[in-house]
């Protein structure tokens, strides 16, 4: 093998061989990728209520008392932790915390930075609690500003690792806090250079022994580090975020991994104040409690008695009412109950002040101040949304524990839900009832309901679902009164009394009376006694059965009237006072051409012409203004086609419960016929009238019942009353001969002849006589109508003819 | 002697000519004043021109002081923030700036920021009189700002060295992190008692 072979086989083989590193360190990533991401996949394991004592040898506690019991003692002893978060999320208050509980324990430390002055990082410091002024002077917390020493002299990777490596060395460092390691990063612009330094770093960081905190800067809440290589090294990372929370900003922290130790991954409010960081992650309680079932009693001996016997011990039960129904009295008179019997009582407030609690017990002769003092009672008062929730829920868990409280009050859940977003409230109340009942403390959990009167709603946030009991207190109106009534609507695994009781707030706190169980309606909020009650519905039968009889007289009644007006009419209206049509029926439709419905609306004059609706309008506004009836109002209507109608119009006036008039109600009949008639006797009368030739009518008993002008001319009577009602026979000279023509006119219906008349004066005259008898359609003589020439002068003359 | 041993080393410095250098002074309690009034001798006869920061003794008190010592006290500028310390009358001189009681450092730092130029000299020197004091009165954020200060002050401009000097109580207990974390000393003078 020649000598160039042997060394491009040398060549090709180192070449494999730094292939080889190359590929085994990409393994080496991907695997410790994916080890990341099925660690932070972990679901939590579930929370252990009782802190485990804190292993100072394994771990590095970080003085955050909530953080280092979730980590079981804090990180782990040597692990290097990233600690990411956006700019101002904590991450430098946090290292420092943790380096300062470092020297605490007796671990020098060393803080490196690159991102700020060395002064400002410690004027931040001075404001904190755990700040200690010695630790750094005495260095045994060593800071650096690496700025100062690299400044202007390039940063070699390698002399940044010896520097950092030099610091701890001289340090004697346990805890090392590189801030920020995306600063450091920064100033490389090669990635790989970037990745060699920080695996460079994490080998110097494993084989130092020292814990390490590199902080790391990325405003991204789901990434961890800027260059996607610092989380390899990491055996551990926390994410800082502040995230929105309605109008606000609140501070929450993230556990992504921590190897070798379980935790949970649910974002943990964070609060950040002069002393120092805390948290507040979620307290979990199993639902294994115990239940002794001894009973608690509340205080009030009827209320014992109607929970046969008291509360059961360890319980929660829910006092729910409305405002101002003695729920905070009630919960004050359990508290000193418990007082009394020296166990230790917790009231935790939330609408009231302190010193307004202990004012108003005391007039009822409660000294609250008495117990503070002897270290029996605590009272806290807070507002809701002084804290996060679960700031709450650790005061409380504090008190608890701290004092061994037996019993609790919580006053009130609904003024913390109305801080609150309901889903969070709810969690809230769940782990509270949860820890509670846990840790056996009997508690009364108030809550204001809505309605002041009447049901009560408790369906809001499964309140009523969550508590082991449930004492109602409500308003109810009782024979003119308000007043108050308590009852038990629930009590877990136990009887208890189901009466409804009224009760009064008295200077001795609730004194609730006897049940009332001779009243209904009582959860309406309107009450009534019983025998009251059936009173008023035997009146309410009678009441509905006259009713009744009256709608069936009004029924009949009004039956009769539309039979007998259809029968007279041929159309029943109702107008308004305007005489706007608002009722129709009948057959206006043969009569006028419209439907019943084209006519509401309008005005009885738009079926007129202008000068009748102007004549009607008048008589209308006379009858209208005094209310008088519409009697036989002659009025001629123009129907679809134009064509004219007689109307016959009768009505009365509508009035109303003040006697004003409302419109009128009537009848209308088509009189057009009749009307023709009438115009054709005026036709005939006219021309009977007018005739010449005098004319008379006699009746069936010979009597003169009319008689025209030329008639009275003729007999020289100077007025009709002269002669109507005379017998016809005194009208003719020969009585007799009078009635023989007047039966044979009877008998062949009309006699024609001559006869000698006699006038008023006496004196007489030829006529000629022409006689009709008048019959009816059914052929019966009504009268005679006899007409009357006056032939005299013609008599003469045939005379004197004849002479001649 | 105690003198000739600081004189010594201060010379030293000089000499080699490290001009633009951070010097801190370990001293003790009983040399105190020589120490610091052979120190500003000496820089005064090799033509150095200065601004003597004095937190311990107010500015009549040590300037006079200074005279007798033979110590063309013209060179010097005074910041003088004793006076208020002590509640003594502050007296007006063109040759002093009093600073406030508070030991403000902002006022400390406009002080000397406005006196350097004044200085008519190429060589030229802040002396602290002494840095104990302002660690006793002042926050160690504050003490490190004026720390910050003075360091960049003295290495921003190499063509104009100023040399730094300032003095600590031997027995300071924050003399290390003052000497590496808050001035970078470049040389420490320790004297000792004979």
């Given at each position: 093998?020649?000598?160039?072979?042997k060394?491009?086989?040398?060549?090709?083989?180192?070449?494999?061989?730094?292939?080889?590193?190359?590929?085994?360190?990409?393994?080496?990533?991907?695997?410790?990728?994916?080890?990341?991401?099925?660690?932070?996949?972990?679901?939590?394991?579930?929370?252990?209520?009782?802190?485990?004592?804190?292993?100072?040898?394994?771990?590095?506690?970080?003085?955050?008392?909530?953080?280092?019991?979730?980590?079981?003692?804090?990180?782990?002893?040597?692990?290097?932790?990233?600690?990411?978060?956006?700019?101002?999320?904590?991450?430098?208050?946090?290292?420092?915390?943790?380096?300062?509980?470092?020297?605490?324990?007796?671990?020098?430390?060393?803080?490196?930075?690159?991102?700020?002055?060395?002064?400002?990082?410690?004027?931040?410091?001075?404001?904190?609690?755990?700040?200690?002024?010695?630790?750094?002077?005495?260095?045994?917390?060593?800071?650096?500003?690496?700025?100062?020493?690299?400044?202007?002299?390039?940063?070699?990777p390698?002399?940044?690792?010896?520097?950092?490596?030099?610091?701890?060395?001289?340090?004697?460092?346990?805890?090392?806090?590189?801030?920020?390691?995306?600063?450091?990063?920064?100033?490389?612009?090669?990635?790989?250079?970037?990745?060699?330094?920080?695996?460079?770093?994490?080998?110097?960081?494993?084989?130092?022994?020292?814990?390490?905190?590199?902080?790391?800067?990325?405003?991204?809440?789901?990434?961890?580090?800027?260059?996607?290589?610092?989380?390899?090294?990491?055996?551990?990372?926390?994410?800082?975020?502040?995230?929105?929370?309605?109008?606000?900003?609140?501070?929450?922290?993230?556990?992504?991994?921590?190897?070798?130790?379980?935790?949970?991954?649910?974002?943990?409010?964070?609060?950040?104040?002069?002393?120092?960081?805390?948290?507040?992650?979620?307290?979990?309680?199993?639902?294994?409690?115990?239940?002794?079932?001894?009973?608690?009693?509340?205080g009030?001996?009827?209320?014992?008695?109607?929970?046969?016997?008291?509360?059961?011990?360890?319980?929660?039960?829910?006092?729910a009412?409305?405002?101002?129904?003695?729920?905070?009295?009630?919960?004050?008179?359990?508290?000193?109950?418990?007082?009394?019997?020296?166990?230790?009582?917790?009231?935790?407030g939330?609408?009231?002040?302190?010193?307004?609690?202990?004012?108003?017990?005391?007039?009822?002769?409660?000294?609250?101040?008495?117990?503070?003092?002897?270290?029996?009672?605590?009272?806290?008062?807070?507002?809701?949304?002084?804290?996060?929730?679960?700031?709450?829920?650790?005061?409380?868990k504090?008190?608890?524990?701290?004092?061994?409280?037996?019993?609790?009050?919580?006053?009130?859940?609904?003024?913390?839900?109305?801080?609150?977003?309901?889903?969070?409230?709810?969690?809230?109340?769940?782990?509270?009832?949860?820890?509670?009942?846990?840790?056996?403390?009997?508690?009364?959990?108030?809550?204001?309901?809505?309605?002041?009167?009447?049901?009560?709603?408790?369906?809001?946030?499964?309140?009523?679902?969550?508590?082991?009991?449930?004492?109602?207190?409500?308003?109810?109106?009782?024979?003119?009164?308000?007043?108050?009534?308590?009852?038990?609507?629930?009590?877990?695994?136990?009887?208890?009394?189901?009466?409804?009781?009224?009760?009064?707030?008295?200077?001795?706190?609730?004194?609730?009376?006897?049940?009332?169980?001779d009243?209904?309606?009582?959860?309406?909020?309107?009450s009534?006694?019983?025998?009251?009650?059936?009173?008023?519905?035997?009146?309410?039968?009678?009441?509905?059965?006259?009713?009744?009889?009256?709608?069936?007289?009004?029924?009949?009644?009004?039956?009769?009237?539309k039979?007998?007006?259809?029968?007279?009419?041929?159309?029943?209206w109702?107008?308004?006072?305007?005489?706007?049509?608002?009722?129709?029926?009948?057959?206006?439709?043969?009569?006028?051409?419209?439907?019943?419905?084209?006519?509401?609306?309008?005005?009885?004059?738009?079926f007129?012409?202008?000068?009748?609706?102007?004549?009607?309008?008048?008589?209308?506004?006379?009858?209208?203004?005094?209310?008088?009836?519409?009697?036989?109002?002659e009025?001629?209507?123009?129907?679809?086609?134009?064509?004219?109608?007689?109307?016959?119009?009768?009505?009365?006036?509508?009035?109303?419960?003040?006697?004003?008039?409302?419109?009128?109600?009537?009848?209308?009949?088509?009189i057009?016929?009749?009307?023709?008639?009438?115009?054709?006797?005026?036709?005939?009368?006219?021309?009977?009238?007018?005739?010449?030739?005098?004319?008379?009518?006699?009746?069936?008993?010979?009597?003169?019942?009319?008689?025209?002008?030329?008639?009275?001319?003729?007999?020289?009577?100077?007025?009709?009353?002269?002669?109507?009602?005379?017998?016809?026979?005194?009208?003719?000279?020969?009585?007799?001969?009078?009635?023989?023509?007047?039966?044979?006119?009877?008998?062949?219906?009309?006699?024609?002849?001559?006869?000698?008349?006699?006038?008023?004066?006496?004196?007489?005259?030829?006529?000629?006589?022409?006689?009709?008898?008048?019959?009816?359609?059914?052929d019966?003589?009504?009268?005679?109508?006899?007409?009357?020439?006056?032939?005299?002068k013609?008599?003469?003359?045939?005379?004197?003819?004849?002479?001649? | 002697?105690?003198?000739?041993?600081?004189?010594?080393?201060?010379?030293?410095?000089?000499?080699?000519?490290?001009?633009?250098?951070?010097?801190?002074?370990?001293?003790p309690?009983?040399?105190?004043?020589?120490?610091?009034?052979?120190?500003?001798?000496?820089?005064?006869?090799?033509?150095?021109?200065?601004?003597?920061?004095?937190?311990?003794?107010?500015?009549k008190?040590?300037?006079?002081?200074l005279?007798?010592?033979?110590?063309?006290?013209?060179k010097?500028?005074?910041?003088?923030?004793?006076?208020?310390?002590?509640?003594?009358?502050?007296?007006?001189?063109?040759?002093?700036?009093?600073?406030?009681?508070?030991?403000?450092?902002?006022?400390?730092?406009?002080?000397?920021?406005?006196?350097?130029?004044?200085?008519?000299?190429?060589?030229?020197?802040?002396?602290?009189?002494?840095?104990?004091?302002?660690?006793?009165?002042?926050?160690?954020?504050?003490?490190?700002?004026?720390?910050?200060?003075?360091?960049?002050?003295?290495?921003?401009?190499?063509?104009?060295?100023?040399?730094?000097?300032?003095?600590?109580?031997?027995?300071?207990?924050?003399?290390?992190?003052?000497?590496?974390?808050?001035?970078?000393?470049?040389?420490?003078?320790s004297?000792?008692?004979?």
């Open positions: 093998m020649s000598d160039k072979t060394k491009d086989n040398q060549s090709q083989g180192q070449s494999l061989h730094q292939y080889q590193n190359v590929v085994q360190e990409l393994d080496q990533m991907l695997q410790q990728k994916q080890s990341n991401a099925q660690e932070s996949k972990q679901s939590s394991k579930k929370y252990d209520n009782k802190p485990k004592p804190q292993d100072m040898v394994n771990n590095s506690a970080t003085g955050i008392k909530e953080f280092d019991e979730l980590l079981d003692g804090g990180f782990p002893k040597g692990a290097v932790v990233l600690l990411a978060g956006s700019s101002g999320s904590g991450k430098t208050i946090f290292a420092f915390q943790w380096l300062f509980e470092g020297i605490k324990n007796k671990e020098n430390a060393v803080y490196i930075t690159l991102t700020e002055p060395l002064f400002k990082i410690v004027k931040n410091l001075e404001k904190m609690d755990f700040y200690d002024r010695d630790a750094i002077e005495q260095e045994k917390l060593k800071i650096v500003d690496m700025r100062d020493s690299y400044a202007g002299k390039g940063f070699n390698r002399e940044i690792l010896d520097f950092i490596e030099g610091q701890v060395k001289q340090t004697n460092a346990k805890r090392l806090c590189i801030d920020s390691i995306t600063a450091v990063a920064y100033h490389y612009n090669d990635k790989s250079q970037i990745r060699t330094f920080i695996f460079e770093l994490g080998k110097i960081l494993a084989t130092l022994g020292c814990t390490t905190i590199l902080t790391s800067e990325v405003a991204d809440p789901d990434k961890y580090s800027v260059y996607e290589v610092e989380e390899f090294i990491a055996d551990a990372i926390l994410r800082l975020d502040q995230i929105r929370v309605k109008d606000d900003f609140q501070r929450v922290m993230r556990i992504v991994k921590v190897r070798g130790k379980s935790y949970r991954a649910e974002a943990i409010p964070l609060k950040i104040s002069a002393d120092g960081i805390e948290i507040f992650p979620k307290i979990h309680s199993s639902l294994e409690y115990r239940s002794t079932g001894e009973r608690v009693t509340t009030n001996h009827v209320l014992d008695d109607m929970l046969m016997g008291g509360v059961i011990q360890g319980y929660t039960t829910l006092v009412g409305s405002t101002g129904t003695g729920k905070t009295l009630l919960a004050l008179q359990f508290i000193m109950d418990g007082l009394k019997k020296g166990e230790p009582c917790f009231y935790a939330f609408e009231e002040s302190k010193e307004q609690l202990t004012r108003n017990a005391k007039s009822f002769g409660w000294n609250l101040e008495e117990y503070e003092k002897k270290g029996l009672l605590t009272i806290r008062s807070v507002y809701p949304s002084d804290k996060l929730l679960e700031e709450h829920l650790k005061d409380i504090q008190v608890v524990e701290n004092n061994n409280i037996k019993r609790c009050v919580i006053d009130s859940l609904s003024s913390i839900l109305h801080s609150f977003d309901e889903d969070v409230f709810s969690g809230f109340a769940i782990r509270l009832n949860g820890y509670l009942k846990a840790h056996d403390v009997t508690s009364y959990f108030t809550t204001t309901t809505g309605a002041l009167i009447g049901s009560a709603t408790l369906a809001e946030n499964n309140l009523s679902t969550l508590t082991d009991s449930i004492i109602m207190l409500r308003y109810v109106e009782m024979q003119g009164k308000l007043e108050s009534v308590i009852n038990i609507l629930k009590m877990r695994g136990s009887a208890h009394c189901k009466d409804l009781r009224r009760y009064e707030i008295t200077n001795k706190g609730v004194v609730i009376g006897s049940p009332l169980s009243y209904e309606g009582i959860m309406t909020g309107s009534k006694k019983i025998h009251e009650l059936e009173e008023e519905g035997e009146k309410l039968k009678k009441i509905i059965k006259e009713k009744e009889e009256m709608e069936g007289a009004l029924r009949n009644s009004e039956e009769r009237f039979d007998i007006s259809y029968s007279m009419a041929d159309w029943v109702e107008v308004d006072k305007g005489g706007r049509y608002t009722f129709s029926s009948g057959r206006v439709k043969e009569i006028l051409g419209y439907e019943h419905e084209e006519l509401i609306g309008k005005t009885l004059f738009d007129m012409s202008e000068d009748e609706a102007k004549r009607v309008g008048d008589i209308f506004k006379e009858i209208t203004s005094e209310k008088k009836p519409i009697v036989d109002l009025n001629w209507h123009l129907t679809k086609k134009g064509e004219k109608i007689y109307l016959l119009t009768n009505g009365v006036p509508m009035l109303n419960e003040n006697g004003e008039l409302i419109g009128y109600r009537g009848v209308d009949k088509d057009t016929e009749r009307k023709k008639m009438e115009h054709a006797l005026r036709i005939k009368e006219s021309a009977v009238s007018s005739s010449i030739n005098a004319i008379a009518f006699i009746d069936l008993e010979g009597k003169v019942t009319y008689v025209n002008p030329s008639f009275l001319e003729m007999w020289r009577y100077d007025s009709e009353k002269e002669v109507l009602g005379k017998t016809a026979v005194t009208l003719w000279q020969k009585k007799g001969q009078y009635m023989e023509i007047m039966d044979a006119s009877f008998e062949k219906g009309g006699w024609v002849g001559e006869l000698v008349a006699e006038r008023s004066d006496g004196s007489l005259f030829d006529a000629q006589l022409s006689a009709n008898i008048v019959k009816d359609e059914e019966n003589p009504i009268c005679m109508m006899v007409s009357f020439v006056d032939i005299t013609t008599k003469r003359l045939e005379e004197a003819l004849r002479t001649t | 002697m105690v003198e000739e041993l600081a004189n010594k080393s201060l010379e030293r410095v000089i000499q080699e000519g490290n001009q633009g250098a951070i010097i801190m002074m370990e001293l309690a009983d040399a105190y004043f020589d120490a610091n009034s052979d120190t500003i001798k000496l820089l005064t006869d090799e033509g150095f021109e200065g601004i003597y920061i004095s937190f311990q003794r107010p500015f008190n040590i300037s006079s002081f005279g007798e010592k033979g110590i063309d006290v013209d010097l500028l005074f910041i003088d923030a004793a006076a208020s310390l002590s509640g003594e009358q502050q007296h007006e001189d063109m040759h002093c700036i009093h600073i406030s009681q508070a030991i403000d450092i902002d006022e400390l730092v406009k002080a000397i920021y406005t006196s350097l130029p004044k200085l008519k000299s190429k060589k030229r020197f802040v002396f602290i009189d002494s840095l104990t004091t302002i660690t006793l009165y002042k926050p160690l954020s504050e003490t490190m700002r004026f720390s910050e200060f003075l360091v960049r002050t003295v290495r921003k401009d190499e063509a104009e060295n100023i040399t730094l000097i300032f003095n600590v109580a031997k027995d300071l207990a924050q003399k290390k992190f003052i000497r590496d974390v808050a001035f970078h000393v470049d040389q420490v003078i004297v000792e008692n004979q």
